[in-house]
């Protein structure tokens, strides 16, 4: 392979450089340890900030690439302000070694903690209902992710009960308390519905319900609640089969948990973007079951974006909101994800989707999988084991080209005579040709370097560069944060950083600002362990690292008292 053909930051025998104690702020996303692309993409001309990071497991995506952009603590560059985080957050490990570094930096912490459900802030899906349009987005993306996003092969069931449990919910979004405004309320409801074969005119107990609110409502028949049950004029085994597609879209909501988490909400995400916040999406790494939660809060998380820069700050949100998406396949199907992606850059968000494959977002999305790519300007390849006709390996040696090369040929022509001097007449004749080959191939692809990446810019030829290395990274290895009285009390606890116990969390009201994996008392290795409140070898899990060497960020964790 010519070096021509890929732009190469690597210097064969050049070490690797090692900035220990570098802080500061970055106004740059960082793809690679030499390349970065401006957060200002109207200088950049970029179109977008969009990424795609693929790498399978083990490469080092949360390492590599989502910590070190975390640690940068990075602002836009067209005012100093700093961008926000939107994390999918499998096993919650980002949360538990970045959370309390980015609220020591001012930022306000949230968790949806899906894993442990006691342990997070609440979501309900009523809060960011603003118009008959947005109650019909959220009920559109419950019932498409209900079978995983995939399209039903017949879908009348699934459109009937669209359309049923769309009068449902403008019945409690029109005619209940705020406080009774969640999806408990539509498993009442829905309970309610009921069906005869025999009885043709059979009435259930909501049926009896609708008609009071035809005669009470000010808005009468026109009342949409009505209006939708109009449309679904099944009766009998048929009416049974739409009850229960759509009992099947919201049975999660049946169990305690789910309802302790969503009857209330204490997110409030839609001003993730008026101020600097980290919001943490702690999501099953095995378990789908909760796909359609997940995909429900991105659904409604990017409305409320769009709402709120368009409506309250003319266009455009003054922070920049940034979603770093690991494990992008589990976040569910959004619904026209594919149409809200290009329109990113007008109100000041971008997304990081980090996958094994390419292949997922195919699969997902199917022909919409197009369009998404089509606004992914910048990708990152940091490595994968797959090999076949789907894998990484075969889309980016795609994505990367071809090349032309100079073949060269060699004939012999043997001859039988000799001449005078015992030399025979045989001649050799060299012939060249071009010759196209992929730029890499599928193999060299998979025998990357583990240190190396590929990362490919819109307009730019390909890189050739190491992958991050965080300990070179701005706030990574700085002692600032161990410092006693900047964020720090003399007791050796985080300043800012507030520990919990499990009745803090009883009332489905109160707001759980932050949260580690398990609460308990929060200190740092240096000035606990000197002054003599716990013996140093008693520190679990990460604590056992250099003292005043790391930043507070790395070492923050759960500990519990020898």
């Known amino acids: 392979m010519e070096r021509g053909q890929i732009m190469i930051k690597l210097k064969k025998n050049a070490k690797r450089k090692t900035e220990h104690g570098k802080t500061g702020r970055e106004s740059n996303l960082v793809l690679s340890q030499n390349v970065k692309v401006s957060y200002n993409t109207w200088l950049s001309k970029l179109g977008s900030l969009n990424c795609l990071v693929i790498g399978g497991t083990g490469e080092g995506k949360s390492r590599g690439f989502v910590k070190p952009n975390v640690y940068s603590l990075p602002v836009d560059p067209r005012d100093g302000k700093p961008v926000s985080f939107v994390f999918t957050d499998p096993k919650g490990e980002l949360c538990s070694e970045t959370a309390g570094f980015l609220e020591a930096n001012g930022y306000e912490i949230r968790v949806l903690n899906i894993n442990e459900q006691h342990f997070s802030d609440c979501y309900n899906p009523f809060r960011y209902i603003r118009s008959a349009d947005s109650l019909l987005i959220m009920v559109d993306s419950v019932v498409e992710n209900a079978n995983g996003g995939k399209t039903p092969t017949d879908p009348h069931w699934s459109n009937s009960a669209k359309s049923l449990l769309n009068s449902i919910c403008y019945g409690v979004y029109y005619e209940f308390a705020f406080r009774d405004q969640n999806f408990t309320t539509v498993s009442e409801l829905l309970n309610m519905c009921g069906f005869s074969e025999e009885d043709d005119g059979y009435q259930s107990d909501y049926d009896i319900w609708l008609e009071h609110l035809a005669e009470t409502s000010r808005m009468g028949e026109e009342h949409p609640a009505v209006v939708w049950r109009r449309k679904v004029s099944a009766t009998g085994k048929e009416m049974s089969s739409i009850i229960s597609t759509a009992q099947t879209?919201?049975?999660?909501?049946?169990?305690?948990?789910?309802?302790?988490?969503?009857?209330?909400?204490?997110?409030?995400?839609?001003?993730?973007?008026?101020?600097?916040?980290?919001?943490?999406?702690?999501?099953?790494?095995?378990?789908?079951?909760?796909?359609?939660?997940?995909?429900?809060?991105?659904?409604?998380?990017?409305?409320?974006?769009?709402?709120?820069?368009?409506?309250?700050?003319?266009?455009?949100?003054?922070?920049?909101?940034?979603?770093?998406?690991?494990?992008?396949?589990?976040?569910?199907?959004?619904?026209?994800?594919?149409?809200?992606?290009?329109?990113?850059?007008?109100?000041?968000?971008?997304?990081?989707?980090?996958?094994?494959?390419?292949?997922?977002?195919?699969?997902?999305?199917?022909?919409?999988?197009?369009?998404?790519?089509?606004?992914?300007?910048?990708?990152?390849?940091?490595?994968?084991?797959?090999?076949?006709?789907?894998?990484?390996?075969?889309?980016?040696?795609n994505a990367l080209g071809i090349k032309t090369i100079q073949a060269e040929q060699t004939s012999v022509h043997k001859s039988k005579t000799v001449d005078l001097f015992g030399i025979d007449g045989s001649t050799v004749e060299h012939s060249y040709s071009a010759v196209q080959r992929q730029l890499m191939t599928q193999d060299e692809l998979y025998r990357l370097p583990s240190d190396q990446c590929i990362v490919m810019i819109k307009g730019q030829k390909p890189f050739l560069d190491y992958k991050i290395n965080p300990d070179t990274c701005l706030n990574f290895c700085s002692d600032l944060f161990t410092v006693q009285g900047k964020h720090a009390h003399t007791d050796g606890t985080l300043q800012g950083v507030r520990t919990f116990d499990e009745d803090t969390f009883s009332g489905s009201g109160n707001r759980m600002k932050f949260c580690l994996l398990r609460f308990a008392e929060i200190r740092t290795e240096s000035l606990a362990a000197k002054q003599g409140l716990y013996p140093a070898d008693a520190i679990v899990g990460n604590l056992a690292r250099e003292v005043d060497a790391a930043i507070i960020g790395m070492i923050i964790t759960v500990i519990k008292l020898a």
């Not at 007008?346 to 494959?357: A, D, E």
């Open 249 to 397: 879209a919201v049975r999660l909501f049946a169990s305690k948990d789910v309802q302790r988490l969503t009857n209330v909400d204490t997110l409030a995400m839609d001003t993730i973007g008026d101020r600097p916040t980290a919001f943490y999406i702690i999501i099953p790494t095995t378990n789908s079951t909760y796909n359609f939660l997940i995909s429900l809060l991105h659904t409604q998380l990017f409305e409320s974006l769009y709402y709120r820069a368009q409506n309250v700050f003319d266009g455009s949100l003054p922070h920049h909101v940034t979603f770093f998406q690991d494990e992008y396949a589990n976040v569910g199907k959004i619904p026209d994800f594919d149409k809200k992606i290009s329109t990113f850059r007008s109100v000041n968000l971008s997304t990081c989707m980090i996958v094994q494959s390419p292949n997922q977002i195919e699969t997902l999305y199917d022909k919409a999988a197009a369009d998404i790519m089509d606004n992914v300007h910048q990708t990152v390849f940091i490595g994968s084991g797959g090999q076949g006709e789907k894998s990484a390996t075969k889309w980016v040696s």
